[in-house]
């Protein structure tokens, strides 16, 4: 199982930025998608998650100003971040918790993790 994440960059404060990971493999179906971030000298923090029916969780620090999302196939999660600030600079993550191919029903869901993206929030 891979996730690979794009969308990071440089962005002035107010700006926007939109972050997509993909998951490809040996998948039989993802139950939580999830993007975390670290800033420099800090430890890592969860930003959003989504479950495959829907769920959404929100950092209080991000909540009114970033949206997660996921695609049909239930894949693919997307970031959706606005109103950025110069405190969400940080190399951001996805996470996802895999059920792989072939299914066994006692066999317990591994958690895999994207390669991180930097969104840099400066002027």
């Known amino acids: 199982v891979q996730l690979q994440a794009s969308g990071g960059g440089l962005v002035q404060p107010g700006g926007s930025l939109r972050l997509s990971c993909a998951a490809s493999?040996?998948?039989?179906?993802?139950?939580?998608m999830g993007w975390y971030r670290q800033a420099p000298g800090k430890v890592r923090e969860l930003v959003a998650t989504?479950?495959?029916?829907?769920?959404?969780n929100y950092a209080d620090s991000v909540k009114g100003r970033f949206t997660i999302s996921r695609d049909n196939a239930k894949t693919t999660t997307y970031l959706q971040m606005n109103n950025l600030k110069p405190g969400d600079t940080a190399v951001y993550s996805c996470?996802?918790?895999?059920?792989?191919?072939?299914?066994?029903?006692?066999?317990?869901?591994?958690?895999?993790w994207g390669q991180g993206t930097l969104v840099t929030v400066s002027s």
């Open positions: 493999g040996s998948i039989f179906s993802i139950n939580t």
């Open positions: 989504i479950t495959s029916d829907g769920r959404l």
């Open positions: 996470k996802a918790r895999v059920f792989e191919l072939p299914y066994r029903p006692n066999r317990p869901p591994g958690d895999y």
